[in-house]
Every structure is written in C-alpha cells, then in structure tokens.
C-alpha cells in the first residue's frame, strides 16, 4: 500500500513570497489532515478535512494561508504571503475516517525555509 | 484545553538498557492515544495506538500503556538498540478529530 506522497520536500523562499504544498493521501482515506511542526515542538493542526469539505480550521491563519482538497482526493496548502515564523515542517496525514478505530498515517513532510 | 506533556526532552543509554518514556494529558476525555517516532528529517511513524477502552499495546520489543483516569501513558523500550535512536512523539484524540501531541522525547542510543 503506497503511503501518503507530499512534494516539495524542501523550500526556500523568502519572506512576503508565496509558496504551496502537495499531498496525495492514501488511496481510500476520506479525512486529510494539514500539520505545523516547529522546530522542537510537536505537530499543531492547521487544517482538517473530511472528503472536500473543512471539518476544523480553527488554527489556520487564514490572514495568509489557505488549503483546498479539489474531489476530495489531493490537497494543497498556501501561503502567501509568507513571514519568518512560517519557518517550519508542513506534515499531511490521512486515515481511513475520523474515529477511534482509525490511525493517522503521516507523509514525510515539506520542510519550509523563510528568509 | 488539552496539554501533552512529554518528559524526559531527552535521554541518552548505553545500548541494551530497557527504559520508559513518560506522556502525561490534562484532559481524561480521549478516544484514544498514538506513540509515534520521528527520525531526524522525516515524517511520523506510527508505533503503537491505545484505544481509551484498552491499558496496553505491545509491538516487539515496545509496550505502551494507558491510565485515562490519572492522564498517563508510558512507552517501554526493552533492550534498547542504537536503531532506536529517534524522537518519540506521543499524542492523544479527544473526538477522533486532529491529534494534540506533546513536544516529544529524543531518544539516543550509544553502542
């Protein structure tokens, strides 16, 4: 079972430049999740969706950022335009349906670097 | 508000020492908890999930536990490996909505 792919990798941009995310969950999970993880810190939610639509985006600075999940399939995070706090690892997650039973499985993150 | 606190930040053992990573919540009201580890630049892997009905998961040579009623979970690592070295990350689920996860614990093993 292929996992969950997310590109680019890495970026750099600097700061009051825009910049966006990937991620492809994996195949048949309906809920989507978007998370910041600072250095030295633990992942915060951004973002979550169940199919296309936003279940929680209470912490989403939505001033400068925005997501979409088009077909409830593919996802993409925004920023624009970006500041330096933005510096940080941008991890998508998936699973199956939101619910006790069901694990979150993580890509392997977008690091951002602002300048 | 929920709050996951990690402790130790960090720890280091000679290699073979079993030892216990300690995640404490504020909040008893979780559906369940995740233990994940996360190497140096990659994304999150999962090693064990408690459901809130349930005290114990073991994988190999790892075991967590769970107290809901005193907002406790603790990893056990047996024979430790310098393979283990890594961050773990513990985190709970309060409505299977979005994990709240603690600041994690950096594990090093030396040979």
């Known amino acids: 079972e292929a996992g969950v792919a997310q590109s680019p990798r890495y970026k750099i941009i600097e700061k009051r430049q825009s910049v966006a995310f990937w991620c492809n969950p994996i195949?048949?999970?309906?809920?989507l999740y978007w998370y910041q993880q600072i250095l030295g810190q633990g992942p915060k939610l951004l973002i979550q969706?169940?199919?296309?639509?936003?279940?929680?985006d209470s912490q989403l600075p939505k001033d400068r950022f925005s997501a979409e999940r088009l077909k409830g399939v593919d996802s993409t995070l925004k920023i624009q335009p970006a500041k330096l706090e933005d510096s940080a690892v941008y991890l998508c997650a998936s699973s199956f349906s939101p619910g006790v039973l069901y694990e979150q499985y993580f890509g392997p993150g977008t690091r951002l670097t602002v300048t | 508000k929920q709050e996951v606190t990690q402790i130790p930040a960090a720890l280091s053992v000679p290699e073979g020492e079993n030892l216990v990573l300690n995640c404490s919540f504020t909040?008893?009201?979780?559906?369940?908890l995740q233990w994940f580890r996360q190497d140096p630049g990659k994304g999150l892997t999962s090693l064990l999930l408690?459901?809130?009905?349930?005290r114990e998961q073991t994988s190999g040579r790892l075991n967590a536990s769970l107290d809901k009623s005193s907002g406790r979970s603790t990893l056990y690592i047996a024979a430790s490996q310098p393979g283990d070295s890594a961050t773990y990350l513990c985190?709970?689920?309060?409505?299977?909505?979005?994990?709240?996860f603690g600041k994690g614990t950096t594990l090093s093993v030396s040979s």
């Open positions: 909040d008893s009201a979780i559906y369940n």
């Open positions: 969706f169940q199919n296309n639509g936003v279940v929680d």
């Open positions: 195949s048949g999970h309906a809920t």
């Open positions: 985190a709970v689920d309060q409505a299977g909505t979005a994990l709240i």
């Open positions: 408690i459901q809130s009905s349930q």
